[in-house]
């Protein structure tokens, strides 16, 4: 089968075409260069050169595909114009599930994330069916994400549109790195004082791409699956780094309302005044005041997802990080 993987030079996407190489799939990957593949250099596969803004591009990039899996998204908590969010992450999906549906590709398996799913106010953790609204929604980035979402389900009311909201991914060759593998690269690096109450779900990114796989096979178009497996506080998610690293976790827990009067301030000079990426996004510090915990029981019931421990997936981004020089060995 030959496939289109959107995305494919980010963490999970890399991770993705590996899998359906291995499962003897022809692939084809859309970048918008050859750069933004360097992850997958190892690999044999197809680039096609494109842009989800561009439709032409996209019908060249769908040519005789018989799936496509839209990994690609604009992860940013800050931008100098947070349009490029709504335009890459809405506009663009569009663009390719129109194009997919025109170019007669069977079915789509879009990538959304547990930031377009709801978080009850009682602390339990979130499901499929949490009720949520995009006023909801934190920042442009949940924001866009939420709508991309609803662009899909829409889709899939008439055409097979799978959709998979992955949690927090962990593990291997996470190069650019994402916000939980900065958080790993800092610790490692002795950059991590101290942390904020706060919680997160965490995933094997091996596991992410076998719900992907196991979501066209078992699931239905247009029914949400959540990705994820464990809940954990941030103090420990810094234990269990501890633990597998032999460093010491920070002791030091610091009050929300400080981190957020640090954070703004930071914001109002980096961000505002001199026009560059905040260290802390403000957007982060917000999101961090819940805690970002998933239920995943549909997905193991109707999947059959079956998701792998968190410390070896922890234990796989430790080597890889020290191995390819982002902390010392």
Sequence with gaps: ???????????????LVRALLGKGHQVRVLARSP?????????????????LKDRDSLRAAVRDCQRVFHCAADYRLWSRNYREL??????????LLRVCKEQGVKDVVYTSSVAAIGIPKTGRPGEETTP???????????RSKFLAQQVAQDFAKDYPVY??????????????????????????????????????????VEDVV???LLAPERGQPGRLYILGHQNLTLEQILQKLA????????????????????????????GTLLKREPYIPLEGVKMAK?????????????????????????????????????APL
């Design 1 to 15: 089968m030959l496939v289109l993987v959107t995305g494919g030079g980010g963490f999970v996407g890399s991770h």
């Design 35 to 51: 750069k933004s593949v360097e992850i997958l250099r190892d690999l044999r596969f197809e680039t096609a050169i494109g842009d």
């Design 86 to 95: 709504y335009e890459n992450n809405v506009d663009g999906t569009e663009n």
């Design 132 to 142: 949520v609204s995009l006023d909801d929604m934190i920042g442009h980035y949940k």
């Design 163 to 204: 959709i998979v909201n992955p949690s927090t991914p962990i593990g291997s060759h996470d190069w650019k790195p994402t916000a939980t593998g900065k958080l790993i690269v800092d610790f490692l690096n002795g950059k991590m004082p101290a942390f904020v109450d706060t919680g997160l779900n965490l995933v094997a």
């Design 210 to 212: 076998q719900g992907h």
């Design 243 to 270: 633990s597998l690293t032999h460093k010491k976790a920070p002791k030091v827990k610091l009050p929300y309302a400080f981190v957020y009067a640090i954070a703004w301030a930071e914001n109002f000079v980096t």
């Design 290 to 326: 819940k805690r970002m915990w998933f239920a995943n029981d549909r997905a193991v019931q109707e999947l059959g997802f079956r998701p792998t421990p968190v410390d070896a997936a922890l234990q796989r981004a430790i080597d890889w990080y020290q191995t390819h020089g982002y």
